[in-house]
């Protein structure tokens, strides 16, 4: 019941003072999410064909390999953990998204933003890679309570997920990349 305060107090300034610039920078954010998160290893394949470059090609498919990871387990929890929407279950916050159904806990929306983000920054760890990926990231959690469809906690636990997704799906390329080179060091 204390997480549940806690989680409504730092929700309702949140989901205060809404504007239209708000409105329309946060669908924005959450609009963009998916599309982000499939079309960017999608992106680096297609390169990665046209290049020749069999690091891309690997690099795009474990990004798709996390993504696919980290919405199976969100999408999972969310229905073992069958948690309400905070517009739903509270007539003081605000709804403003499409969101008419679902399920709150925990952020799907922030689960994908940030696997996607922690994938292109452990790849490509360049600080103008880094920064605009994880303010992207930070920007959907953000939206998703300002949208009144999750709770700060939803979107920490999202935020975990997602990265956790992307960073096992790293360590997997590269254990995977590091059994392929033993073997053929064998095999020589």
């Known amino acids: 019941v204390f997480s549940q305060n806690t989680d409504i107090d730092i929700l309702k300034p949140i989901n205060k003072n809404e504007s239209a610039f708000k409105n329309a920078y946060f669908k924005l954010n959450t609009d963009a ?23 891309m090609k690997q690099d795009a498919l474990y990004m798709g390999a996390a993504f696919l990871a980290s919405t199976l387990v969100t999408k999972s929890v969310k229905h073992i953990v069958n948690r309400q929407r905070p517009f739903a279950k509270y007539p003081f916050i605000a709804k403003r998204a499409d969101s008419e159904a679902g399920l709150s806990f925990p952020s799907g929306h922030t689960s994908a933003a940030f696997c996607t983000a922690t994938s292109v920054s ?16 930070a920007s959907v959690g953000w939206a998703r309570m300002y949208q009144g469809v999750h709770y700060p906690s939803d979107v920490v636990a999202g935020a975990f997920t997602g990265a956790a997704s992307a960073w096992l799906g790293f360590k997997a390329q590269k254990w995977i990349a590091g059994k392929k ?8």
Request: charged share 20%; glycine share 8%.
């Open 33 to 55: 999410t998916t599309p982000l998160g499939i079309g960017i290893p999608a992106g680096l394949a297609i390169t990665g064909f046209i290049l020749h470059d069999k690091k």
């Open 122 to 137: 452990l790849r490509y760890r360049k600080w103008y890679v880094i920064a605009p990926a994880y303010i992207f990231a």
């Open 181 to 188: 080179e033993q073997k053929k060091k064998l095999t020589l």
